[in-house]
Structure formats: C-alpha cells, structure tokens
C-alpha cells in the first residue's frame, strides 16, 4: 500500500516478470498469485496491488483486514508519500487491534539521488526503534531490493 506514484506495480512487476515499465498506469486494484516450495511443500502467496488513491475508506479497509503482511511504500523523492505511509501503519495497527502484523515499509526510487528528499537514516530510525519494523529502500528500476522486500513478509 501507498500513495499513487510511488511504485507499488513497479515493485510488483519486478519481483514477478523481472521487469521494469517507466510508464505509469493508474491501478485499481489487481491481485496476483505465486506458488513457491518452501521445504517441500506448496504454498500460494497472493499479492494485493492497491490503488494509491483510496478513495474509498471502506475498501482500504477491506485491503487490510484481507492482508496477512504489508509493504507499506513511499517513494524517496516525495515526503508527502511518507507521510501516507504513517497514516496507513496507523490504520492497519487499529484494523488488527493488538495482533502481530507484518510490515515492511519500502523507500522505493531510490535511483533517484538527485531528487532524493527524504533521508534514509530518519526513516530507519523511526520504522526500526520507534515502529518496530523493517525498512528497506529499493529501486525496481535498477532492481536493488526488490526480491528482499518480499522476502521479508514471506
Ligand atoms: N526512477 C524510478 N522510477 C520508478 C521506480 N518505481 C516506479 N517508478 C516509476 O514511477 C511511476 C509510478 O509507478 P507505479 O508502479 O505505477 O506506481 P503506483 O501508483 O504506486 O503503482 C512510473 O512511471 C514508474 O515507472 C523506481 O524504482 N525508480
Ligand atoms: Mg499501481
């Protein structure tokens, strides 16, 4: 989850085709599903790619409460997108009370040094001791992260 732009389908499309589209397409919401063996058996993980507008509350809920883990994603050139970030933690904390949920939050872009408007260090700072959570910046253009994002909701 995250806001539009920031490259939750871009992620997605790296980790499953290995690929990269530099053109934006608004999603509404798609799901995707991967079979893995881990230790002989088969497992089915399905990906929920969200749209980034939210317009409706009551689905963004539905979005949580369906999740078992959650890359939230902002986009390092936008602090705005940061921001969005914080709010959806604070509504997935409230949707699943107390319950121990999986979140990875992504600085995804992180290509983009010139533009680069939110440090890394802040963020570390506050997902890894204030939050509790893993952190990681990625780039599904270059392919940097990618593959470990997943692996960390798995
Ligand atoms: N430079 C750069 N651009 C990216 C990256 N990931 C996505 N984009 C671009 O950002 C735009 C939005 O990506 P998209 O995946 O559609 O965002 P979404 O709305 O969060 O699904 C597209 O033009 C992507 O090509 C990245 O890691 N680096
Ligand atoms: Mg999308």
Aim: overall charge negative; charged content about 35%.
């Amino acid at each position: 989850m995250g806001a539009a732009g920031v490259g939750k389908t871009a992620l997605i499309k790296r980790f499953l085709q290995d690929s990269f589209d530099p053109k934006h397409r608004r999603t509404v919401e798609e799901l995707h599903s991967k079979e893995y063996e881990v230790a002989g058996v088969k497992v089915t993980i399905n990906i929920m790619d969200t749209s980034g507008s939210y317009s409706f509350p009551a689905m963004r809920k539905l979005s949580i409460q369906n999740g078992d883990a959650f890359a939230l994603v902002y986009s390092v050139d936008d602090p705005e997108s940061l921001e969005a970030v914080k709010r959806l933690r604070e509504e997935i904390l409230e949707v699943k009370e107390d319950k121990f949920t999986p979140i990875v939050v992504v600085g995804n872009k992180k290509d983009r040094m010139q533009e680069r408007r939110v440090s890394a260090d802040d963020v570390l700072v506050k997902v890894e001791l204030d939050w509790n959570n893993c952190f990681l910046e990625a780039s599904a253009k270059e392919n940097e992260n990618v593959m470990e994002v997943f692996k960390e909701l798995l």
